[in-house]
RNA sequence: GGAGGGGUGGCAGAGUGGUCUAACGCGCCGCACUUGAAAUGCGGUAUGCCGCAAGGCAUCGUGAGUUCGAAUCUCACCCCCUCCGCCA
């Protein structure tokens, strides 16, 4: 969430920053309006109380039945007053909850996708002599991939990865987990469920992805979209050491999604799918380095591209078409020479402090000119590692062969004992 | 899932209805003493909110309740520990 300080000084900017998010700017009136009627009430409410507490000491002291009528009369009051502040500041939090990250003025302004702006374009497109399948038909052939039966079992939007596919995505998680850990990342497998209270604080239950998320009733628990949601809250109420920033981890986990609002958007195949695995990178900085700690996650992500040899380009993501929590983001996307399109493969945030103050992650901060100390919220920022499953199907497209056999990408040989996966 | 014990400031730990405005101790910060340090002494050391300020309000795991008044009593939930059961 955003500061509560900062929209009260700046209404106009948060006003702005939704504007360019595509959000009804409107919100933040409502959030000032009841904001301003929560603060009278609590003025009035305070003061009522004060007085209560007096009349209590004078109670505790010796009893009349004046002071005692007086008092009950005044709890009666409280009573009142406390539910109508309670009711205004659940008005005044639900549109707080209704306000986006505000991007940083140089994000390129845009309305949707069409206004990200490509930074740079990596890598040779591999040339082929033959017509270049697609990654289902590839991978059906060759028994790696089954959506039809998943289908049966489990509904539309679930694959199996079988026999070689289900060793690359060991292959992939290792290569990523080798690349950081050398980096100082330090490697997790975090819970992929996550308490409602914690959820909000991440804001990843805000109005836009709430129906994003799978949610057990009976448990009052979400499954997790990414291992960043738990991630995230692993220093939950923490003040962490300013010399110990940035605090690096990679971590593994299963992701859930219930894919809404994308009925007949990418329906077959393993692109878009309620479950797969993912690495993810996960970094609590120094909010004087964060944008710098950004292009590190970014180099991290393209480093790793680059091990695999796959074509891709880095994407500034434009305003519109943002994350929610995202004060700015790249988005990987690689080279599907089946499809002859870039698709995003990986993602790339600085969230600031707008999920920090949600879990409530400081650091302590030393004033160079006074030496003072003080608590600061403290900037959280993710990354995609690999998303497995997509970077299965870059693999298979780009390495096809005519024989409609894959081979494999020279940094996983060694993990997966073989050159080449045939039939 | 069952039985029992517990959750209090940075840590440790007292407090079982009204000077709790939360003891004592440790740690931390400042000052004094000291050539310096240690030791000692004195003072200060949570967070959030309302307010220009003075000041006030809230918070003893969370939420609700009883009461004029709750860390303290009641209920529900969460978490931790011990034991039993079940389980990869």
Request: with cysteine; hydrophobic share 35%; proline share 4%.
């Amino acid at each position: 969430m955003l500061d509560i300080n900062f929209i009260r000084e700046h209404a106009d900017r948060a006003r702005a920053g939704m504007e360019k998010k595509n959000q009804d700017p409107k919100i933040v009136d409502k959030f000032l309006r009841a904001d301003e009627d929560w603060r009278a009430k609590t003025t009035i409410f305070d003061q009522l109380k004060a007085e209560q507490n007096a009349l209590s000491k004078e109670l505790s002291a010796g009893q009349s039945e004046d002071l005692l009528s007086k008092a009950q009369l005044l709890k009666k009051r409280l009573a009142d007053l406390e539910a109508a502040q309670a009711d205004l500041k659940a008005k005044r939090d639900d549109a707080l909850s209704r306000i986006p990250n505000i991007p940083f003025d140089d994000v390129p302004v845009g309305k949707d996708e069409s206004g990200n702006k490509v930074v740079r374009e990596v890598g040779k497109k591999p040339e082929f002599d033959f017509a270049p399948k697609d990654y289902l038909t590839l991978g059906e052939n060759l028994g790696l991939i089954n959506v039809k039966k998943a289908a049966e079992v489990s509904g539309s939007r679930f694959g199996y990865l079988l026999r070689d596919a289900a060793m690359l995505e060991f292959a992939l998680v290792q290569l990523a987990f080798d690349t950081l850990t050398a980096k100082g990342f330090v490697p997790a497998v975090p819970p992929v469920m996550i308490k409602p209270k914690v959820y909000e604080g991440m804001g990843r239950l805000a109005a836009d992805q709430k129906d994003e998320r799978y949610y057990l009733e009976k448990d009052e628990m979400y499954l997790v979209g990414s291992s960043e949601h738990t991630m995230g809250p692993l220093h939950m109420n923490e003040v962490l050491e300013e010399s110990s920033l940035p605090r690096r981890y990679v971590a593994f986990s299963t992701c859930f999604r219930k894919e809404a609002g994308s009925y007949g958007k990418d329906t077959k195949g393993i692109l878009r799918v309620h479950q797969f695995d993912k690495v993810e990178m996960f970094s609590f900085a120094n909010p004087k380095h964060s944008e710098e700690e950004h292009r590190f996650l970014l180099s991290c992500q393209e480093e790793m591209m680059q091990k695999l040899e796959l074509p891709y380009r880095v994407v500034e993501i434009c305003t519109g078409d943002m994350g929610w929590t995202d004060a700015r983001q790249f988005d990987v996307e690689t080279w599907l020479p089946g499809q002859g399109t870039y698709r995003e493969t990986n993602s790339c945030s600085n969230t600031t402090d707008f999920q920090s103050r949600g879990v409530n992650i400081k650091y302590k901060a030393t004033d160079a000119a006074t030496g003072e100390q003080k608590k600061e919220f403290i900037h959280m920022l993710n990354a995609t590692g690999f998303a497995i499953g997509r970077m299965l199907i870059a693999i298979i497209e780009n390495y096809q062969t005519k024989e409609g056999a894959i081979r494999v990408p020279k940094v996983l040989q060694g993990y997966l004992h073989k050159e080449a996966i045939g039939k």
